[in-house]
C-alpha cells in the first residue's frame, strides 16, 4: 500500500526517510525542494521511491536547472490529484 509522503523542510528529513518503502512517492514542496541540489541525498534516496516536487516552489526558488529527469514536477492540480489517488498521505 503505496504513501505519498509530502515534505515541507529539509530538516525533517532524516525522520522521514527511514519511514520510506519501496513504491512510495516523496513530493518535495515549500523549502524541501531545496533538497535537489543535495547530491548526497539524491544518491541516498532508493530508486524504488518516486521522486516529485511541487512546479510554482521549485520556480520559486529558481531551482528548474537542477531538477533532473528523475524528479517529476507537479503542478497545483497534479498534487491534489496525487493525494487522492494515494493510499495514504503523510505530511512532514
Known sequence: MPTLHQLNNSHKLESCLPL?????????????????????????????????????????????????ASVQLLSDEEWVNACLEADRVCSW
Open 20 to 68: 520510506l518503502a519501496a513504491g512510495d512517492q516523496l513530493l518535495l514542496i515549500e523549502s524541501a525542494v531545496t533538497l535537489l541540489q543535495d547530491q548526497l541525498f539524491l544518491q541516498r534516496l532508493s530508486p524504488q521511491i518516486q521522486l516529485m516536487a511541487l512546479s510554482s516552489d521549485v520556480k520559486a526558488r529558481g531551482l528548474m536547472n537542477t531538477c533532473t
